[in-house]
């Protein structure tokens, strides 16, 4: 399912003031982090004019709301004013309508409402939320502490989802003085803060006993990307044929193999209304468990056809052997941290997605996969930590088609990695995007397409195989070998020498 992306502006209807107000008009437009530390989704803040006291202005106060949606974020800017039907609105692509109302006669008579819309319901614009605050709304802050980020402190990040649209719009506001744009506010971000400090994990103790290697014995593990065993795959594998075979030489030199399976392995359910749906026939189980000993199932694609059909492929899975992560029978079970465990090694892994539509989002006690909540991703990467050498997380995310990660996921990730884990791998926008290395841990944010088909662009068709090497100092050497994809989804390696990185 294709993002939602924002256009290079957005625009806002300003009604009238009264006469001799000076309050300002509303200004709204897209902003990206341009400074490095920035990068890392530094969030708005609730500050007064004089960045932490609050004091009397000549102008009215502001309140100023940050939306994001697809990576990207807006600022809708509305001065108080007498007047409470002198509301501002703003339209996102594809049906978001934010509204908002600050008004009143200064002093603590201030109140302000945000409500957003879903403006092409089968019923007409329908209201998916409304939050509304009254007096008193004093401008109040505090200086920023070394890795703290300014947030919209009257409401907190909010989060609110369409059903009808499949996505979901994080905002969140602040009354600022007037004109006035706080340090980060262009940048805003609703990606969970830092881990502070006193819950980071402490340093791993080496063992130093004369003739023991403290790092232990290495493990190669090597990752796919994007695996879909319907369509032209399912028609090689009906054939009698192995998508998998002109990798499985490279595949077989791992000590673990991992891969996300972005289709519903099943003969039951039903096509739900979606632009895509992938179901592959049981037959696919067997191919797929010669060459992959995991796969996560944290798509947006995995409960292509409803509940019944993943809760029939969980149980496949099962009774063959073949270890998930990322989806389970109920909530919990899908957050489920799996560790497995090679040459002594712990290796934890989990896995989330934040793609679209949200309803694949196992329930308290029905079947689903896990979905990227910052605060129980994080929670799930320190409970690994505390239980294995090794944690990766393995996300589906960004945005499909681009080739470089955006500010929310680079903001993820390095969060995943102040709690402990010591990679990042992702998928989903089905092209491999770029990497980087964080605090000395590797980050790939998409591997691209593995086995797929469907796809005309070069791009889309070039996958990348990933490998690290990891031991009980953490990840200790990586590197990506480019495949090549075919018209029937069946990869091939570029070249067996890879470039390390």
């Known amino acids: 399912m294709l993002p939602v992306r924002l256009p290079p502006s957005l625009s806002a209807a300003s009604k009238p003031q009264p006469a001799g107000w000076r309050g300002r008009a509303v200004r709204t437009g897209l902003h990206a982090a341009r400074r490095p530390w920035l990068a890392l989704g530094v969030c708005l803040g609730l500050i007064g004019p004089a960045w932490g006291a609050e004091a009397p202005t000549a102008e009215p106060p502001e309140l100023l709301c940050a939306l994001r949606l697809a990576g990207q974020t807006a600022l809708l800017r509305a001065p108080f004013q007498p007047d409470p039907y002198a509301g501002q609105t703003v339209d996102f692509p594809d049906r978001f309508r934010v509204k908002t109302v600050a008004w009143g006669e200064g002093g603590e008579g201030w109140q302000a409402t945000v409500t957003l819309i879903d403006t092409e319901t089968e019923d007409g614009p329908t209201v998916l939320q409304q ?72 340093p791993r103790p080496v063992a130093q006993a004369a003739g023991v290697a403290p790092a232990g014995p290495t493990v190669r593990i090597a990752w796919l990307g994007d695996v879909m065993l319907a369509d032209g795959p399912g028609r090689v594998i009906r054939q009698g044929r192995d998508p998998f075979a002109h ?24 096509a739900l209304a979606k632009p895509w749906t992938f179901r592959a026939h049981p ?27 993943f809760a029939e492929m969980l149980d496949r899975l099962d009774r063959a052997g073949l270890a998930y992560v990322g989806g389970g029978h109920n909530l919990r079970e899908a957050h489920r941290v799996r560790i497995v465990e090679r040459k002594g090694l712990k290796i934890a892994l989990l896995a989330a997605n934040e ?28 409970t690994a930590r505390a239980q294995a050498d090794i944690v990766i997380p393995y996300l589906h995310w960004g945005t499909e088609g681009d080739e470089q990660a955006h500010e929310r996921q680079r903001a993820l990730a390095r969060r995943l990695i102040e709690a402990g884990a010591d990679a990042v791998v992702g998928t989903h926008p089905h092209l491999v995007q770029d990497t980087e290395v964080y605090q000395g841990k590797p980050i790939a944010y998409s591997l691209g397409n593995a086995v797929f088909d469907g796809f005309s662009s070069p791009l889309n068709n070039t996958g990348a195989l990933l490998w690290l090497e990891v031991n009980r100092q953490g990840v200790t050497a990586w590197h990506m070998e480019t495949l090549k994809i075919d018209p029937l989804g069946v990869p091939r390696p570029v070249t067996a020498a890879a470039v390390a990185r």
């Open 247 to 270: 990798v499985a030489s490279r595949l077989a030199e791992a000590d673990l193999r991992i891969a996300n399976l972005e289709c519903v392995i099943a003969r039951g359910g039903k």
């Open 131 to 202: 939050v509304s605050w009254s007096q008193p709304l004093a401008m109040a802050g505090a200086r920023l502490q070394a890795g703290e980020r300014w947030r919209p402190a009257l409401s907190g990040w909010q989060r609110v989802y369409s059903p009808h649209l499949g996505r979901e719009l994080d905002w969140g506001c602040a009354v600022v003085g007037a004109g006035q744009t706080p340090p980060g506010a262009a940048e805003a971000d609703a990606t969970i803060e830092a881990v502070p400090p006193a819950l980071r994990p402490a």
């Open 355 to 382: 793609m679209f539509p949200r309803r694949f989002e196992a329930g308290d006690t029905t079947p689903g996969i896990a979905w990227a909540e910052d605060a129980q991703l994080l929670h799930d990467v320190r």
């Open 283 to 309: 037959r696919a189980l067997p191919v797929l468990q010669r060459h992959v000993d995991l796969v996560s199932l944290a798509n947006n694609h995995s409960g292509d056809y409803g509940v019944a059909a």
